[in-house]
């Protein structure tokens, strides 16, 4: 049973505007999530993450946005690149679990110069 | 810089075959992980170790056994291949201590089992 889900395969944006990346979780107990990039032929890289005491954590570029209510997170990318053209992995995980992350389907971005 | 390396970066294997993939992290890491990777079904884990000589089941272990003899490598092995674990296969690892370690992964290993 799919924990972390990402309803949008794929997505294209132009070069310079906002892509936004969305996830929904099912298990309320998750307190920290995770966001992955991926490019084709190597492994995930971590890119930002948000604990769920937080609605928003920003680092350069990227921001996440977490709304607990909702079980759902996003991923804004501003301004968008032609190097962010990767597969976006939201995860998730919860405290005394070992470290296991829950990933999501993946959603792959295209940003057209 | 942590460095997660894999043995393979692409296998052709028969079915029936035994097969091993290897992954060998740099950082003296406790936690080992191994994940395949498939359209549509995102990154699923097979099994996970904090420790050498110990394994956990992920949420896909059938079919696969592992192994961590040394606290750097884990393996993979696939005691019979068969057609349907054609796929992409990740090992990851991170430091002990806490659930939100950020996991650091190696490049992949494509396999095709034929």
């Known amino acids: 049973d799919q924990q972390v889900k990402q309803n949008s395969p794929s997505l294209s944006v132009q070069e310079g505007r906002i892509s936004i990346l969305n996830c929904d979780y099912t298990?309320?107990?998750?307190?920290?999530f995770l966001w992955y990039k991926k490019y084709p032929a190597e492994g995930p890289t971590f890119l930002i993450s948000?604990?769920?005491?937080?609605d928003k954590n920003e680092d350069g570029r990227f921001t996440v946005f977490l709304n607990k209510s909702a079980k759902h997170l996003s991923l804004h990318i501003v301004p968008s690149q032609p190097g962010d053209s990767a597969v976006y992995f939201c995860?998730?995980?919860?405290?005394?679990?070992?470290?296991?992350?829950?990933f999501g389907t993946g959603t792959s971005l295209t940003v057209i110069p | 810089d942590v460095k997660v390396t894999q043995s393979s970066r692409y296998l052709v294997k028969r079915t029936g075959e035994k097969v091993f993939l290897e992954c060998v992290q740099d950082?003296?890491?406790?936690?080992m992980f191994w994940y395949r990777q498939d359209p549509g079904l995102g990154l699923r884990l097979i099994y996970f170790?904090?420790?050498?000589?110990?394994?956990e089941k992920g949420d896909i272990p059938e079919g696969y056994s592992v192994s961590r003899e040394k606290k750097e490598r884990f393996s993979l092995i696939l005691e019979s291949a068969s057609t349907n674990q054609t796929s992409m296969y990740l090992c990851?690892?991170?430091?002990?201590?806490?659930?939100?370690?950020?996991?650091?992964f190696g490049p992949g290993t494509r396999l095709t089992v034929l």
């Open positions: 950082m003296d890491h406790e936690n």
């Open positions: 170790s904090y420790d050498v000589k110990m394994k």
């Open positions: 990851a690892s991170s430091s002990g201590g806490s659930s939100y370690n950020e996991q650091f």
């Open positions: 298990n309320s107990m998750f307190d920290y």
């Open positions: 995860a998730a995980t919860r405290v005394n679990t070992g470290n296991q992350f829950y």
């Open positions: 948000i604990s769920s005491i937080k």
